[in-house]
């Protein structure tokens, strides 16, 4: 007669296996939905390059990891630098945590405004943030055109005071692509930074001022530990797919201010590089999950030395 011990770790056996069971079909849609165009895109990376935008399946080559970095002389065939590819990498990291940085300091006070007012209008101003997300990408960054070129409305409001002469140049620049991914990506900072804030318990806000903490002090060491979670969160909420952007840099960038996600599509299509594409696609990835692993490591080391 088995005892009550066997028969628990039997029931507890019994429930993990129906468990699993249960969850079986999920994992194979993730596998194959998910995982499974991933190791596509590894494997074409080291195939050689196919004469009409394809691969030759069966010849393993490395090319296009090489090209990512290096390229070859049409002359003496040489490897130097890839200069554009180095480009390009360098803007789209720098773009990237620039708006990132840029979309928390105007995230920060719009979230904290939202928390601090009575729940009958929180949902009102949580409704106003979230009307961008009603409207296409593509839809906004046309109407993020209207507002930056040359016959818009900053350039067109500032002649009209008399502050400026001629237009600044502002679309087909850097700045401009910064302009329009801190105005699409800003939602992604502000709910996840209101989230961690509406559980604020602002008591503490009120004990920091009665010690006699001026703003600074009570902004730093009580209100940004507690709502780091959020900060994280809409952090990396707002650098992974500012990092693969593609439509704002193809239409306010013009095409010549490419990022990532634009030299992809490029080795994709005209480029019939197919390879390379994969390569940079996977370095891509690479760069997200450093830059997570590294992110998330120090801010967690910073919670464990505030307790």
């Known amino acids: 007669m088995a005892s009550a011990r066997e028969t628990s770790e039997l029931a507890k056996a019994r429930d993990v296996r129906g468990r699993w069971l249960l ?29 009409y935008g394809d691969v030759k399946f069966g010849q393993f080559s490395l090319d296009g990891w090489l090209n990512v970095l290096f390229e070859r002389d049409i002359f003496d065939d040489t490897l130097g630098i890839n200069d554009a590819h180095l480009a390009i990498f360098w803007r789209s990291v720098k773009l990237s945590l620039t708006t990132t940085v840029l979309t928390l300091i105007f995230g920060f006070p719009t979230a904290y405004f939202i928390a601090t007012r009575s729940e009958r209008y929180r949902d009102l101003w949580l409704f106003l943030i979230t009307i961008p997300f009603w409207t296409n990408l593509l839809i906004r960054t046309f109407a993020m055109q209207e507002v930056i070129r040359n016959e818009g409305v900053i350039n067109s409001a500032l002649q009209w005071a008399g502050i400026i002469d001629q237009p600044i140049q502002m679309m087909y ?5 910064l302009f329009g991914m801190v ?21 503490l806000v009120e004990a920091g001022y009665d010690l006699y903490a001026n703003s600074f002090k009570v902004l730093w ?49 005209q480029g019939r590089n197919w390879p390379l594409g994969a390569a940079i696609s996977i370095s891509l990835m690479a760069i997200v999950m450093l830059a997570l692993l590294v992110y998330v490591r120090n801010a967690t080391k910073t919670g464990a030395r505030h307790g």
């Not at 620049?173 to 692509?177: A, L, R, V």
Request: overall charge positive; proline content about 8%.
């Open 221 to 269: 060491r009580i209100i940004v530990p507690l709502v780091k979670p959020g900060i994280i969160a809409g952090s990396i909420l707002v650098f992974i797919p500012s990092l693969g952007a593609y439509v704002t840099p193809r239409v306010l960038g013009g095409g010549k201010n490419m990022m990532l996600g634009n030299l992809i599509d490029l080795q994709f299509g």
């Open 183 to 203: 105005y699409v990506y800003l939602p992604l900072m502000v709910l996840p930074l209101y989230a961690s804030m509406e559980k604020l318990d602002f008591r």
């Open 23 to 51: 969850s079986a079909p999920a994992m194979i849609i993730i596998l194959v939905a998910a995982i499974g165009p991933l190791f596509v895109v590894l494997a074409y990376s080291f195939m050689a390059k196919g004469d």
């Open 173 to 177: 620049t850097d700045w401009g692509i």
